[in-house]
């Protein structure tokens, strides 16, 4: 089982960009999916969560400016992200609670790095 990551990239504040990221492998069923991100210097810290029925959470800071989302047919898990800020700068990571033949397991991506220049 492995977490590709893709969209990552360098906008303008107040711009948007959409993270994918893939889970492949398997895969026997998929739990809970997440984004974390990690600055320079700071912990990873958790951006936003979605159980496999569709149930979200969001850190306050970006709170009605992110949005997650998946498509479990395709085993994929989205982070939607408008007006972003500089404080936005981050290594975004993908993760995943999955069961597979392995049994139950948390999975990460590679992460994928998000720049927003003032």
């Known amino acids: 089982v492995q977490l590709q990551a893709s969209g990552g990239g360098l906008v303008q504040a107040g711009g948007s960009l959409r993270l994918s990221c893939a889970a492949s492998?398997?895969?026997?069923?998929?739990?809970?999916m997440a984004w974390f991100r990690q600055a320079p210097g700071t912990q990873r810290e958790l951006v936003a969560d979605i159980s496999s029925d569709g149930a979200t959470n969001y850190v306050d800071s970006v709170n009605g400016r992110f949005t997650i989302s998946r498509d479990n047919d395709k085993n994929t898990v989205y982070l939607q992200m408008d007006s972003l800020k500089p404080e936005d700068t981050a290594v975004y990571y993908c993760?995943?609670?999955?069961?597979?033949?392995?049994?139950?397991?948390?999975?990460w991506g590679q992460g994928t790095q998000v720049t927003v220049s003032s």
């Open positions: 993760h995943a609670n999955i069961l597979s033949w392995l049994g139950r397991r948390d999975y």
């Open positions: 492998g398997s895969i026997l069923r998929i739990n809970d």
